[in-house]
């Protein structure tokens, strides 16, 4: 089945940097549309950023200028380099894929059929 693996999160101070991967596992990312969304506590989870599968990227506000979605086709791996970390960047990003729908709904979970389990920022002011 179909595995999606993050990892690369941990601790940083405000103003700091941290990249994320999520390794696919019986699924190429190659050509596809993948997002990272993330979720602080007692938070919904919110979008980030999406990659699309002609690699036009988006990115919510509150990231743009500062986090950076990438993919590597030979490491099979999606990327989300983050700068300029923010205290409210503190929360568990998961990777997303198998998204159904138009453009405009990227950032409704539910519309993605394949998550990993996450990996958690914690940003200190």
């Known amino acids: 089945q179909v595995q999606l693996a993050e990892s690369g999160g941990g601790s940083a101070q405000a103003g700091g940097s941290l990249k994320l991967s999520c390794v696919a596992s019986k699924y190429t990312v190659s050509g596809v549309s993948m997002a990272w969304f993330r979720q602080a506590p007692g938070k919904e989870r919110e979008m980030v950023a999406v990659l699309w599968y002609d690699d036009i990227k988006n990115y919510a506000d509150s990231v743009k200028d500062r986090f950076i979605i990438s993919r590597d086709n030979a490491k099979n791996t999606l990327y989300l380099q983050m700068n300029n970390l923010e205290a409210e960047d503190t929360g568990i990003y998961f990777c997303?894929?198998?998204?159904?729908?138009?453009?405009?709904?990227?950032?409704?979970?539910?519309?993605?059929?394949?998550w990993g389990h996450g990996t958690q920022v914690t940003v200190s002011s």
């Open positions: 997303a894929a198998r998204y159904s729908g138009p453009r405009y709904l990227w950032g409704e979970p539910n519309r993605y059929g394949v």
